[in-house]
């Protein structure tokens, strides 16, 4: 029988929980915060829990997996830029923690997961949606954005697109305004923090 449990359990079942952080540290910490949380019971092998607490790149490797875990997978992470975080949710993570919550904010996340619930720390959440809301590039501005990130000028970009250099001026003042950037370097820059890079470089 699967280990996942049923959303519709009262909010008092116990979680069975694995914790599997890379970092030693951390996973003695969290075995010690999480043994009189009310709402948990800790149990060794991550086939036999509902929950499984671990790192961003242990979770995004399980996630990625052809055969992916039961389990529900919760981050906790030091990595809290917004791409890293959307990344993690669009890839299907049940929660997200920073590795500096304390213990109210992680006993918090238990009762949600015990209540079927997803959970993601209120600052790295807002954070990862920020930008959700701008106004979407248009094709020939993410191909000026992934030029200018290479460290294209203006003459280079213009060749490469087989533009005019006024229409090249033209595109990186309207991604500048959407992105809210000051200048090109702040622009790949922000661009960077949100992720629209790595499919333009790849």
Same mark, same amino acid.
């Given at each position: 029988?699967?280990?996942?449990?049923?959303?519709?359990?009262?909010?008092?079942? /116990? +979680?069975?929980?694995?914790?599997?952080?890379?970092?030693?540290?951390?996973?003695?910490?969290? +075995?010690?915060?999480?043994?009189?949380?009310? *709402?948990v019971? /800790?149990? &060794?092998?991550?086939?036999?829990?509902?929950?499984?607490?671990?790192?961003?790149?242990?979770?995004?490797? $399980?996630? =990625?997996?052809?055969?992916?875990?039961?389990? $529900?997978?919760?981050? %906790?992470?030091?990595?809290?830029?917004?791409?890293?975080? $959307?990344?993690?949710?669009?890839?299907?993570?049940?929660?997200?923690?920073?590795?500096?919550?304390?213990?109210?904010?992680?006993?918090?996340?238990?009762?949600? !997961?015990?209540?079927?619930?997803?959970y993601?720390?209120?600052?790295?959440?807002?954070?990862?949606?920020?930008?959700?809301?701008?106004?979407?590039?248009? %094709?020939? &501005? =993410?191909?000026?954005?992934? !030029?200018?990130?290479?460290?294209?000028?203006?003459?280079?970009?213009?060749?490469?697109?087989?533009?005019? %250099?006024?229409? +090249?001026?033209? *595109?990186?003042? =309207? !991604? /500048?305004?959407? !992105?809210?950037?000051?200048?090109?370097?702040?622009?790949?820059?922000?661009?960077?923090q949100?992720?629209? /890079?790595?499919?333009?470089l790849?």
């Amino acid at each position: 029988m699967s280990a996942r449990f049923n959303s519709a359990e009262p909010a008092r079942a /116990l +979680v069975p929980v694995s914790i599997r952080h890379a970092e030693a540290i951390v996973n003695a910490g969290l +075995v010690r915060l999480l043994a009189d949380c009310p *709402h948990v019971r /800790l149990v &060794e092998a991550s086939e036999d829990a509902a929950v499984i607490l671990t790192d961003y790149a242990d979770a995004m490797a $399980r996630l =990625s997996a052809a055969r992916p875990d039961v389990a $529900r997978l919760v981050i %906790v992470s030091q990595r809290e830029r917004e791409w890293e975080v $959307r990344a993690a949710m669009m890839a299907g993570v049940d929660g997200y923690l920073p590795q500096r919550c304390d213990a109210d904010e992680l006993h918090h996340a238990m009762r949600a !997961l015990a209540q079927g619930r997803r959970y993601f720390n209120k600052e790295l959440l807002e954070r990862a949606m920020a930008h959700l809301g701008d106004s979407a590039l248009t %094709v020939r &501005e =993410s191909q000026v954005l992934g !030029l200018l990130a290479t460290g294209c000028c203006n003459k280079r970009i213009a060749l490469t697109l087989d533009i005019g %250099v006024g229409t +090249v001026k033209t *595109h990186i003042k =309207s !991604l /500048l305004g959407k !992105l809210g950037a000051r200048a090109r370097t702040h622009a790949v820059v922000l661009a960077t923090q949100r992720g629209m /890079l790595a499919d333009l470089l790849s």
